[in-house]
């Protein structure tokens, strides 16, 4: 090997001399292994030198005999995980660091170095599942800044596609530059400007859940430098004529190949900008995965040569991706039974993609008695970690009720020990955590009564006290709204206690009120369904997941339970993070609702609440207040919706603000679609928070007429906040949309709608394959805070500024071009005061009202600043509930839904219930007796000085 390494050295010296724009480099001595003299590289003692990262893997290593030498197996096991086993050795001190330093410390323009790595290779069990991108070796280098030094010189490569790894001899065979080209890796000096700290060396294997065993066996680990070195500043040519093939989830590119004057090393493709993936320079096609369905993007690919010059990049290729394919839709259009069943089973069938999930894949897979042992383990090891978030408390102790009767004693003591490791008093924490600490305590007490919380109480001591603090916030929750109404994350999880009450509580007044309650919110759900999708602004909307909610997909939600009992007007194709097409972080921990889909389930919602829910034909404007925050301070919101059978807009303004909650979802429009995410909507900046998430209540105002919203903003001071972000969705519900004299209009198809800044806006494109930061540069960039669909985004930054949102349904319009024409020629935006110490805008709309708004303060009373055709908006006269069937005064103790000549009327003071016919009720829902005084206006109307036009018309009709 030694003469052929020499012969070789020269050829390649004779070669590069007749090569234009190089000089060539004479040839070093034979090379030697540099990992030798860093560790055992033949497992010459009987030990490996590498670690397992994870000990819960499944991973373990061996040393084996292979023609009767040492050799070392690698080996990974389910165990029911889907977690690859690494293997690994990292070191800060020796032969290959020193010679890497050693390169990169030579000054700027030096000739470059290659080196190779190699080891022999063989498959020593064959895996029914393996997981072929997670079987590999890499180099891993330490203080790279992937630009002077890569992070992986030896990327994650699969070997399954090596004759060493698909022979069946049973002998090991080398694998090396020639079966892999990125094992031959170039280190261009940089003069010193960076080092290498640590260099790794690691091998993955990995089996997917359920498989059987995976191995692979190694030896004669090493890493060789290439005889010879080249000065090389010439770049390879550009890659032509990209192409693409698409699925749902990956785009399939290829090119014509670059050409360089020493050859082509590599290219890298970059998808929006962002290097997404590299390949060799033979290999003139690349597969980019993890992409969102129903999106476009744009790729270009640029060549390497081993110098490390880079191509300028191809023209680039726009590609939009397949529609969403479920992988097990639901059935459609369903009964409620079948709906709920199919829930039922994706509880079970959630996926384990970064280790364990929360306890309801487990729970519900033990009440059917499925993968008893395995579950029991899982939950066993839940019940030993201890949980930060009280709503994981009250989840496990919802496990426990259920499938308690199948743990070992070892198990109870575990349980026991869990639920002794909380003080379940009074918390200042939000809503659902107050709940969630409560009911768990109050179920301790009855289900543990000699086991002690953390303040030393027990038993009955724990259920008096928790009941007191439950039905406090049931009496406050009734009477004033729930603070965390609609929010996708958190509504349900209050819901969830309330049920579990129900479910276990063993006092019947108890069990009554939270009943109650769990009613209302039901009503409250049934009156903003339409057909699919929620119309209402929501409180506590952390993000763009907080906001995704259709048939399509939607989180594990209350909206999820919603449509099981009403139904959609297509297939709900996908449920909870185990469906979720969005590549974001897994986050599994709020998944609780498959647990309500339960057949042991004891509560159902009020047939009312269903026969309103499921009403197809839904046309009116409505008002609610909500008069406490999530800390359960005072605070009012007075929340507005206008709702055509297809589609629906909804807004809120806050007043006497107490504390600042940031977390409302302000404008909220939304409409039928086939597509994915038929929602627009608004927010301003807040923070370092992700784009379209959270929103300051207190620096926008919001006003809404019918199917009209203004809005004035006003910066609180912060340069780097101060945007207004309008998000159109970009995966296909919007159809068409154009600009118009400054308006930006939209075809959805069943409506139209227009939008329009007081001040110039800038368009962006963002996915949720983009880091959070990509558009608001000031965001976090964390995997959970990327959106969860794309968006064009018009956003505006101004001290003070405004808008206007127009919508109509289509039937209105011959066309969008009709739509446009009204709005340039029916509507005019006055703007002159917006630069005022209070911005105002003075808009006259396409219903023919005019709306003047001035900015005002959010923790002050309301005054005369929302002003419809001269008056002022009574915010003060809205009720709790004021729709077609749902009527209550603020902190009123009487509720009463009606629908189809009939009515039941909830009394919060007595905590009954009462089914009253048409003839026997006033009109507003209340039993009728003589001195019962007559309602003032009915369901629907305007509000006392809510006079506009487009109130009680609704573009000529009157709501219903």
Same mark, same amino acid.
């Given at each position: 090997?030694?003469?052929?390494?020499?012969?070789?050295?020269?050829?390649?010296?004779?070669?590069?001399l007749?090569v234009?724009?190089?000089?060539?480099?004479?040839a =070093?001595?034979?090379?030697?292994?540099?990992?030798?003299? @860093?560790?055992?590289t033949?497992? =010459?003692s009987?030990?490996?030198?590498?670690t397992?990262?994870s000990?819960?893997?499944?991973?373990?290593?061996?040393?084996?005999q292979?023609?009767?030498?040492?050799? !070392?197996?690698?080996?990974d096991?389910?165990q029911?995980?889907? !977690?690859?086993?690494?293997?690994?050795h990292r070191?800060?001190?020796?032969?290959?660091?020193?010679?890497?330093?050693?390169?990169?410390?030579e000054?700027?323009?030096?000739?470059?170095r290659?080196f190779?790595l190699?080891?022999d290779?063989?498959r020593?069990?064959?895996?029914?599942?393996p997981?072929?991108?997670?079987?590999?070796?890499?180099?891993?280098?330490?203080?790279?800044?992937?630009?002077?030094?890569?992070?992986?010189?030896?990327p994650?490569?699969?070997?399954?596609?090596?004759p060493?790894?698909?022979g069946t001899?049973?002998?090991?065979?080398?694998?090396?530059?020639?079966a892999?080209?990125a094992?031959?890796?170039?280190?261009?000096?940089n003069?010193?400007?960076?080092?290498?700290?640590?260099?790794?060396?690691?091998?993955?294997?990995?089996?997917?859940?359920?498989?059987?065993?995976e191995?692979?066996?190694?030896?004669?680990?090493?890493?060789?430098?290439?005889?010879?070195?080249?000065? =090389?500043?010439?770049?390879?040519?550009?890659?032509?004529? !990209?192409?693409?093939?698409?699925?749902?989830?990956?785009?399939?590119?290829?090119?014509?190949?670059?050409?360089?004057?020493?050859?082509?090393?590599?290219?890298?493709v970059?998808?929006?900008g962002y290097?997404v993936?590299?390949?060799?320079?033979?290999?003139?096609?690349?597969?980019?995965?993890?992409?969102?369905?129903?999106?476009?993007?744009?790729f270009t690919v640029r060549?390497?040569?081993?110098?490390?010059?880079?191509s300028?990049?191809?023209?680039?290729?726009?590609?939009?991706?397949?529609?969403?394919?479920?992988?097990?839709?639901?059935?459609?259009?369903?009964?409620?039974?079948?709906?709920?069943q199919?829930?039922?089973n994706?509880?079970?069938?959630?996926?384990?993609?970064?280790?364990?999930?929360n306890?309801?894949?487990?729970?519900?897979?033990?009440?059917?008695?499925?993968?008893?042992?395995?579950?029991?383990s899982?939950l066993?090891?839940?019940?030993q970690?201890?949980?930060?978030?009280?709503?994981?408390?009250?989840?496990?102790?919802?496990?426990? !009720?259920?499938?308690?009767?199948?743990?070992s004693?070892d198990?109870l003591?575990?349980?026991?020990?869990?639920?002794a490791s909380?003080?379940?008093?009074?918390?200042p924490q939000?809503?659902?955590?107050r709940?969630?600490?409560?009911?768990t305590?109050?179920?301790?007490?009855?289900?543990f009564?000699?086991?002690?919380?953390?303040?030393?109480?027990?038993?009955?001591?724990?259920?008096?006290?928790?009941?007191?603090?439950?039905?406090?916030?049931?009496?406050v929750?009734?009477?004033?709204?729930?603070?965390?109404?609609?929010s996708?994350?958190?509504?349900?999880?209050?819901?969830?206690c309330?049920?579990a009450?129900?479910?276990?509580a063993?006092?019947?007044?108890?069990?009554q009120q939270? /009943?109650?309650?769990?009613?209302?919110?039901w009503?409250?759900?049934?009156?903003?369904?339409?057909?699919?999708?929620?119309?209402?602004?929501?409180s506590?909307?952390?993000g763009?997941?907080?906001s995704?909610?259709?048939?399509?997909?939607?989180?594990?939600?209350h909206?999820?339970l919603?449509w099981?009992y009403?139904g959609?007007? /297509?297939?709900?194709?996908?449920?909870?993070?185990?469906?979720?097409?969005?590549?974001s972080a897994?986050?599994?921990?709020l998944?609780?609702?498959?647990?309500?889909?339960?057949?042991?389930?004891?509560?159902?919602?009020?047939?009312?609440?269903?026969?309103i829910?499921?009403?197809?034909?839904?046309?009116?404007?409505?008002?609610?207040?909500?008069l406490?925050?999530s800390?359960?301070?005072a605070?009012?919101?007075?929340?507005?919706?206008?709702?055509r059978?297809?589609?629906?807009?909804?807004?809120?303004?806050?007043?006497?603000?107490?504390?600042n909650?940031?977390?409302?979802?302000?404008?909220?429009?939304r409409?039928?679609?086939d597509?994915?995410?038929?929602?627009f909507?608004?927010?301003?900046?807040?923070g370092?928070?992700p784009?379209?998430?959270?929103?300051?209540?207190?620096d926008?105002?919001v006003?809404?007429?019918?199917?009209?919203?203004?809005g004035?903003?006003?910066?609180?001071?912060?340069?780097t906040?101060?945007?207004?972000?309008?998000?159109?969705p970009?995966?296909?519900?919007?159809?068409?949309?154009?600009?118009v004299?400054?308006?930006?209009?939209?075809d959805?198809?069943?409506?139209?709608?227009?939008?329009?800044?007081a001040k110039?806006?800038?368009?962006?494109?963002q996915t949720p394959n983009?880091?959070?930061?990509?558009?608001?540069t000031?965001?976090?960039?964390?995997?959970?805070?990327?959106?969860?669909?794309?968006?064009?985004?018009?956003r505006?930054q101004?001290d003070s500024n405004?808008?206007?949102?127009?919508?109509?349904?289509?039937?209105?319009?011959?066309?969008?071009g009709?739509?446009?024409h009204?709005l340039?020629?029916?509507?005019?935006?006055?703007?002159?005061?917006?630069?005022?110490?209070?911005p105002?805008?003075?808009?006259h709309?396409l219903?023919?009202d005019?709306?003047?708004?001035?900015? @005002?303060s959010?923790?002050?009373?309301?005054g005369?600043?929302?002003?419809v055709?001269?008056?002022?908006?009574?915010?003060?006269?809205?009720?709790?509930?004021?729709t077609?069937?749902?009527?209550?005064?603020k902190?009123?103790?009487?509720?009463?839904a009606?629908?189809?000549?009939?009515?039941?009327v909830?009394?919060? @003071?007595?905590?009954?219930?009462t089914a009253?016919?048409?003839?026997?009720?006033?009109r507003r829902?209340r039993?009728r007796?003589? @001195?019962?005084?007559?309602a003032?206006h009915?369901?629907?109307?305007?509000?006392q000085?809510?006079?506009?036009?487009?109130c009680?018309?609704?573009?000529?009709?009157?709501?219903?």
């Amino acid at each position: 090997m030694n003469i052929l390494t020499r012969r070789m050295a020269a050829v390649c010296v004779a070669l590069l001399l007749a090569v234009p724009g190089t000089t060539a480099v004479a040839a =070093d001595d034979p090379p030697t292994n540099l990992l030798a003299a @860093d560790l055992d590289t033949g497992f =010459d003692s009987g030990k490996s030198p590498l670690t397992t990262s994870s000990p819960t893997s499944g991973g373990t290593q061996q040393i084996v005999q292979v023609d009767g030498d040492n050799a !070392l197996e690698l080996r990974d096991a389910s165990q029911g995980t889907n !977690l690859s086993s690494y293997f690994y050795h990292r070191w800060s001190a020796g032969a290959l660091k020193d010679r890497i330093n050693a390169v990169y410390g030579e000054p700027v323009g030096s000739p470059a170095r290659q080196f190779v790595l190699q080891y022999d290779l063989a498959r020593s069990a064959a895996s029914d599942k393996p997981v072929a991108k997670d079987i590999y070796a890499q180099i891993q280098f330490g203080n790279f800044d992937n630009n002077l030094v890569p992070r992986f010189p030896v990327p994650a490569v699969s070997i399954t596609t090596t004759p060493a790894y698909t022979g069946t001899s049973g002998h090991l065979s080398r694998v090396d530059d020639t079966a892999l080209p990125a094992y031959r890796f170039t280190i261009v000096p940089n003069g010193g400007q960076r080092l290498i700290s640590t260099v790794e060396l690691g091998f993955s294997v990995r089996v997917d859940t359920g498989g059987t065993d995976e191995a692979i066996t190694v030896d004669n680990l090493g890493v060789y430098e290439v005889a010879g070195g080249v000065t =090389d500043t010439e770049p390879p040519s550009a890659p032509t004529r !990209l192409t693409a093939g698409v699925t749902s989830g990956s785009v399939s590119l290829g090119w014509t190949a670059s050409t360089d004057n020493l050859g082509v090393t590599g290219y890298d493709v970059f998808r929006d900008g962002y290097q997404v993936a590299s390949v060799s320079g033979t290999t003139t096609s690349a597969v980019v995965t993890g992409l969102m369905p129903a999106t476009r993007y744009d790729f270009t690919v640029r060549a390497r040569d081993a110098s490390g010059n880079i191509s300028a990049l191809s023209a680039p290729l726009r590609a939009s991706t397949g529609p969403y394919v479920p992988e097990s839709p639901a059935p459609y259009p369903g009964t409620q039974e079948s709906r709920t069943q199919w829930l039922w089973n994706k509880t079970k069938a959630m996926k384990e993609e970064s280790g364990a999930v929360n306890v309801a894949q487990y729970t519900a897979q033990l009440a059917d008695h499925e993968n008893v042992t395995t579950n029991l383990s899982k939950l066993d090891a839940q019940f030993q970690s201890y949980d930060y978030e009280q709503y994981k408390t009250v989840a496990k102790m919802y496990s426990y !009720l259920m499938v308690g009767d199948q743990f070992s004693p070892d198990m109870l003591a575990h349980v026991r020990s869990y639920f002794a490791s909380y003080g379940y008093g009074n918390l200042p924490q939000t809503e659902n955590l107050r709940m969630s600490n409560y009911v768990t305590g109050y179920l301790v007490g009855q289900y543990f009564p000699d086991l002690a919380d953390l303040n030393g109480n027990s038993g009955a001591q724990l259920k008096t006290a928790n009941k007191a603090n439950i039905l406090e916030m049931v009496n406050v929750g009734v009477r004033s709204g729930w603070a965390e109404y609609q929010s996708p994350e958190y509504t349900f999880m209050t819901y969830f206690c309330l049920n579990a009450l129900y479910q276990w509580a063993d006092e019947a007044e108890l069990r009554q009120q939270v /009943r109650m309650a769990m009613d209302v919110m039901w009503f409250e759900w049934a009156n903003d369904w339409i057909d699919g999708y929620m119309i209402s602004s929501e409180s506590r909307a952390k993000g763009d997941l907080a906001s995704v909610n259709d048939p399509t997909w939607r989180p594990a939600d209350h909206s999820t339970l919603a449509w099981t009992y009403f139904g959609a007007h /297509r297939v709900q194709q996908g449920v909870g993070e185990s469906d979720n097409p969005a590549p974001s972080a897994y986050r599994p921990n709020l998944e609780y609702a498959g647990l309500v889909a339960w057949s042991g389930t004891k509560y159902t919602p009020p047939p009312t609440a269903v026969e309103i829910g499921r009403k197809t034909d839904k046309s009116y404007t409505a008002h609610k207040a909500n008069l406490q925050n999530s800390s359960g301070h005072a605070m009012d919101i007075y929340r507005t919706s206008y709702v055509r059978p297809t589609w629906g807009l909804g807004t809120e303004v806050h007043y006497r603000r107490v504390d600042n909650w940031i977390e409302d979802l302000p404008v909220v429009l939304r409409w039928h679609s086939d597509a994915a995410n038929p929602l627009f909507r608004l927010s301003v900046d807040q923070g370092n928070a992700p784009i379209g998430a959270y929103d300051q209540p207190a620096d926008q105002r919001v006003m809404q007429d019918g199917p009209t919203a203004v809005g004035v903003y006003k910066s609180s001071g912060d340069q780097t906040s101060n945007y207004i972000n309008a998000l159109f969705p970009a995966n296909g519900s919007i159809r068409e949309r154009r600009e118009v004299d400054g308006w930006t209009i939209a075809d959805t198809g069943p409506m139209y709608f227009a939008y329009k800044l007081a001040k110039p806006g800038t368009w962006y494109h963002q996915t949720p394959n983009d880091p959070a930061n990509k558009v608001k540069t000031t965001a976090q960039n964390h995997p959970t805070a990327t959106l969860s669909y794309s968006y064009d985004i018009l956003r505006s930054q101004a001290d003070s500024n405004g808008w206007v949102l127009e919508s109509a349904d289509a039937s209105e319009y011959a066309d969008l071009g009709a739509f446009a024409h009204a709005l340039t020629t029916s509507t005019s935006l006055d703007t002159s005061h917006v630069d005022e110490a209070n911005p105002r805008l003075v808009y006259h709309s396409l219903s023919g009202d005019d709306l003047d708004i001035t900015f @005002d303060s959010a923790s002050a009373a309301p005054g005369a600043t929302h002003l419809v055709n001269g008056s002022p908006v009574d915010y003060d006269a809205f009720k709790l509930f004021d729709t077609p069937w749902l009527q209550q005064d603020k902190r009123g103790s009487t509720f009463t839904a009606s629908v189809g000549g009939a009515s039941v009327v909830y009394d919060f @003071d007595h905590w009954t219930v009462t089914a009253v016919d048409r003839k026997d009720q006033d009109r507003r829902g209340r039993p009728r007796s003589d @001195d019962a005084p007559r309602a003032e206006h009915g369901p629907g109307r305007c509000p006392q000085g809510h006079g506009s036009r487009s109130c009680t018309r609704a573009r000529g009709t009157t709501a219903r």
